[in-house]
């Protein structure tokens, strides 16, 4: 699709108005051309109140036009770039998480911004070009009606040249596709340089390295956008040129072969000048339109991409928010998808029963599977083989939406949002409480729906995705690594006292431990190696002695 089918598109039933609109104003440009020549060329006393009546009328019709022709236009971009950004934002939500994974946020990002900025940018730009070619029809309609052959001579000479500009200019299209692709290297970069700016710090080496590679990711931006803004330049030269061509051709070639009054010579010139400033406007515009169709083919692309990755489709939901008898995991694997030639990481079969109310620690070495068997557990990775069943109801794709509404889950990389989304609307009163709970209260508050700060320490701010997680109090909870980041006073806190008083709430309790100090506090715990459960056994059995802590069995 091109901006001007987006355009027609979008515009619904003001397409034929806009379109009136701008074939109205472009006649009442030629003819007040016309009308101000006809004066000039009177030889019996000029201008009278009537002309002048005409004037203004013709000058009134085309402002109301050309306004009402621009806002239409640049309106209905907006209107159609804001639809299909909110279109964009539907499809990631419902796309899968591993499709998103894939996609990656630099192309997301570029698109929407980007891309669609280029064409706002662009709006007023084409909204003239759209208009100036109907100027630009209605003064050659007059420069036909003063003289068919330096019409013809007009078509010819101009017709050609806007051709060969326009196919020149296609050329450029290329060039603003690679522009887009480096556009991508240079954003991962600098999210390179932003993430990992503590590393850059404490390296001199590794920071120059990194700003080397942004500088040449930048250099080849800049070179493409030279280059193609040095060829539309000088495309744009050659189309003037070829104006010049024809206002000669009419000057000096034209009376040589056809006979030419002298009067209608002068009008004549007149007719040309007045075309010149709607082409060269439709010449001007003419980057602008290109730059729009390669963003827009952009955007087309990263809609397609979405369109292909695994969209969730919202089935039933049979468990409505209640765990009653609990998870069943059977021949459940997932497998990554291969970036290279060596083999992809997979986790299972693996079968499990997790019973409702049960506390679950699932441990293992690093990288044994335990994050990536979390994701495939709370629906985020769909499983390669096997299935899940929850209280007998299999979640099948379907499903999957329905089935995370059971879940709260802070992951090893969770995400505290800057409002409360998801619980809009909590009261102070209730999050007070757990900000003592969780000893934070000196360190934030809660107003109106977010955390008055949330710069803490890691510790802290999972202290906050915990108060989150509680504010939720759904029935199955899974944290990655939670006690990880915490001191040993809270760490005991999470194992011997928030653990227990969320299973005497009839919570069902999955959580990632290194701690094997407390790995009794679980009723069963579930040894990962190499993505496959090695062991499950009774947290009671790896029971410490004071003093003492212990290894996995
Ligand atoms: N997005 C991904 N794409 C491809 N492979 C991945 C991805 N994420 C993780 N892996 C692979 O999966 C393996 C297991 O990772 P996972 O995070 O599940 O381990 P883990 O047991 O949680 O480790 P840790 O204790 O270090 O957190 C890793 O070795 C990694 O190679």
Request: with cysteine; aromatic share 8%.
């Amino acid at each position: 699709m091109n901006i001007i089918e987006l355009i027609s598109e979008e515009a619904h039933e003001a397409r034929d108005r806009i379109l009136i609109a701008a074939s109205v104003a472009g006649v009442a440009n030629a003819a007040t051309v016309a009308l101000a020549n006809s004066i000039v060329q009177r030889t019996d006393g000029g201008a009278t109140l009537a002309d002048c009546g005409l004037f203004v009328v013709l000058i009134a019709v085309y402002v109301l036009c050309s306004r009402f022709t621009c806002h239409r236009v640049s309106g209905t971009i907006e209107d159609a770039l804001h639809t299909i950004k909110v279109r964009i934002l539907e499809k990631i939500e419902r796309a899968s998480y591993e499709s998103i994974e894939r996609i990656g946020t630099a192309e997301i990002y570029d698109r929407i911004t980007t891309n669609v900025s280029k064409i706002s940018g662009s709006a007023t730009l084409i909204a003239n070009l759209l208009q100036s070619l109907f100027m630009s029809v209605a003064a050659g309609l007059y420069v036909a009606s003063l003289s068919l052959p330096a019409f013809t001579l007009l078509v010819v000479l101009l017709g050609g040249g806007i051709t060969l500009f326009y196919l020149k200019a296609q050329d450029v299209t290329g060039d603003l596709q690679r522009a887009a692709t480096i556009r991508l290297g240079f954003f991962d970069r600098l999210t390179d340089l932003f993430k990992g700016f503590k590393e850059v710090k404490l390296s001199r080496r590794r920071g120059q390295e990194l700003r080397e590679d942004i500088r040449d990711t930048s250099g080849a931006l800049r070179n493409v956008a030279t280059r193609s803004g040095n060829a539309f330049h000088d495309h744009w030269l050659f189309a003037q040129c070829n104006l010049y061509v024809a206002l000669a051709a009419i000057i000096f070639v034209l009376p040589q072969h056809v006979e030419v009054a002298v009067t209608t010579e002068r009008l004549l010139l007149g007719g040309v000048l007045f075309a010149w400033g709607p082409i060269v406007t439709c010449i001007a515009g003419f980057p602008a339109y290109i730059e729009s169709n390669v963003a827009l083919g952009n955007i087309d692309g990263l809609e397609k991409k979405l369109d292909a990755a695994v969209l969730e489709c919202e089935g039933d939901d049979p468990w409505e928010g209640k765990l009653t008898e609990g998870i069943v995991v059977k021949d459940l694997a997932y497998t990554y998808a291969s970036e290279d030639a060596r083999e992809a990481f997979h986790i299972g079969p693996i079968d499990l029963d997790l019973a409702a109310g049960e506390i679950v620690f699932v441990v293992g070495g690093n990288g044994s599977g335990k994050s990536t068997f979390l994701k495939v557990l709370t629906g985020l990775y769909p499983p390669s083989a096997g299935m899940l069943s929850v209280d007998g109801f299999e979640v099948t794709p379907e499903r999957a939406a329905a089935y995370r509404e059971l879940i709260t889950a802070i992951y090893s990389d969770f995400h505290i949002f800057s409002r409360l989304y998801g619980l809009l609307g909590v009261s102070e009163a209730a999050v007070r409480p757990l900000l003592e709970q969780m000893q934070i209260e000196d360190k934030t508050s809660f107003e109106g729906d977010r955390f008055t700060r949330t710069n803490l320490s890691t510790g802290q701010r999972k202290r906050l995705a915990m108060i989150v997680a509680l504010l939720e109090d759904r029935p199955i909870c899974i944290f990655d690594e939670w006690a990880a980041d915490q001191d040993p006073e809270f760490r005991r806190y999470f194992y011997e006292e928030l653990l227990p008083s969320l299973k005497r709430r009839g919570k069902t309790v999955i959580a990632v431990s290194h701690d094997d100090r407390y790995f009794d506090c679980a009723d069963r715990v579930v040894t990962m190696e190499y993505g496959k459960v090695r062991s499950i056994v009774p947290g009671q059995a790896l029971q410490r002695r004071p003093g003492e802590t212990h290894g996995v069995a």
